[in-house]
């Protein structure tokens, strides 16, 4: 048996799905449980059951689309991804292992194929923070990793709970119940766009991820004092935003200086108040992202950020106050399922290397209660997060037939 992707029902399924957006084309935001995300959820769980899956939500949304097997009894093997977008965001990132996942399946259930293990499609909520402040909502109360109370009280920037907010889109239910049973998947495959340049500079078309670095994000507040722009003499300054600036350029410092290329630092949000051109800043709020494969350098650099912020408050007479969102630890794969795909890839005669994942994913909670592994994809000059985000294609197809080969060897 040797599955056939449908490639142009895919790509015409990934374009309708970018359409689907708060956004003009080609820029894709869709905020989780907002009218484009609701819209898009609808579309997918057509497209699921016209595809003959089952489709069950959670209390959180998480939506699962299941292809029973002979042992229905028995662990199912997962794949799937997310089809939440940041602001200004392309239509690749999640979208391609979401419906790559699904048309894998198509595929398998076209070419007669009959599973032993039921395949389970999942498509989780909110793996992007923009909302809630936190990535993979949906996976980290999957695992256990994320406590329902604890989850119901995340706010959004308006002050609504995700209690009241999943409870407005439809998602009712007990949030302590999102927990899966340990032993749920017997594998879990997640496909991706790589979100790097790693695999187009080497010129080639599959990675097979061993390792998803570790995340961390914190909220910073500084307060310091505002007042005339022309007034205040600079010696009697409390600058807020000056002291932003300070250390947004010790945290870059402390992550170039790891020695290692694997620690990222990012700061995504710097909010100024009361921004006005006349007025001095007297209160910045930041976004630090920090990451690493190592756990113990990624806590380095975040021991690094606090003595810094410390050492800045005193000097320039501001409060510094650093709000701790996550600090999760990095996953393994698991060797099996590296296998089952490096299995695929050679059965195809497609060149692959084993990669490390810079960016988070629901794997990576995915991990705590079950064997994972990802399948990575080359996109343009490394491009996400970003309107011209593209995967070609050649590489989703041959991403989706390496996935759906390697589903059915595990679900046999
Ligand atoms: C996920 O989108 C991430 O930020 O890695
Ligand atoms: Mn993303
Ligand atoms: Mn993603």
């Known amino acids: 048996m040797t599955p056939t992707i449908d490639r142009d029902r895919l790509l015409s399924e990934i374009e309708a799905l970018g359409s689907i957006s708060e956004a003009e084309p080609p820029v894709v935001t869709r905020i989780v449980f907002s009218a484009s995300d609701l819209k898009a959820r609808a579309w997918m769980k057509a497209r699921c059951e016209e595809a003959g899956l089952t489709v069950r939500e959670d209390a959180v949304g998480n939506t699962f689309a299941r292809w029973d097997g002979s042992e229905p009894g028995a662990p199912a093997v997962g794949t799937g991804s997310h089809i939440d977008a940041i602001p200004n965001a392309g239509k690749y990132d999640g979208v391609v292992g979401a419906l790559g996942g699904l048309e894998a399946i198509r595929a398998l259930r076209e070419s007669g194929f009959r599973p032993r293990h039921s395949i389970e499609l999942l498509i989780f909520t909110s793996e992007e923070p923009t909302r ?139 909010e100024v108040f009361p921004g006005a051109v006349n007025s001095i800043p007297s209160r910045v709020h930041l976004s630090v992202d920090i990451r690493d494969t190592d756990l113990q350098r990624r806590d380095k650099v ?31 794969c698991a060797p099996a ?50 309107p011209d985000e593209y995967a070609s294609p050649e590489d989703i197809a041959r991403g989706t037939l390496v996935l759906a080969e390697t589903l059915a060897t595990l679900s046999e």
């Open 132 to 270: 809630f402040g936190i990535g993979c909502l949906g996976s980290r109360l999957l695992s256990g990793t994320l406590p329902g109370d604890a989850a119901g009280k995340l706010k959004d920037d308006g002050g609504a709970t995700l209690e009241e907010v999943r409870k407005g889109a439809g998602f009712n239910g007990d949030l302590e119940q999102v927990k899966l049973q340990s032993g749920h998947y017997k594998a879990f495959i997640e496909l991706h766009i790589e979100q790097g340049p790693l695999l187009e500079r080497q010129q080639i078309p599959l990675g097979i991820v061993t390792k998803i670095a570790a995340p961390a994000s914190l909220r910073v507040l500084i307060e310091g004092s505002g007042g005339h722009a022309g007034g205040v003499l600079m010696p009697d300054r409390r600058d807020a935003l000056c002291a932003a600036a300070e250390l947004i350029l010790a945290i870059e410092n402390a992550a170039r200086t790891t020695g290692a290329i694997d620690t990222v630092a990012t700061v995504g949000i710097c």
């Open 337 to 386: 399922i590296v296998e089952a795909l490096s299995h695929s890839c050679r059965k195809h005669d497609q060149k692959f290397i084993p990669m490390v994942s810079r960016a988070y994913h629901d794997s990576l909670f995915m991990a705590r209660i079950a064997p994972v592994a990802m399948l990575f994809i080359p996109c343009r000059n490394g491009y996400s997060h970003r």
């Open 302 to 332: 975040m021991q690094t950020m606090e003595a810094t912020c410390q050492s800045i408050s005193a000097k320039r007479q501001v409060s510094i106050h650093a709000e701790l969102l996550n600090a999760d630890a990095p996953a393994d």
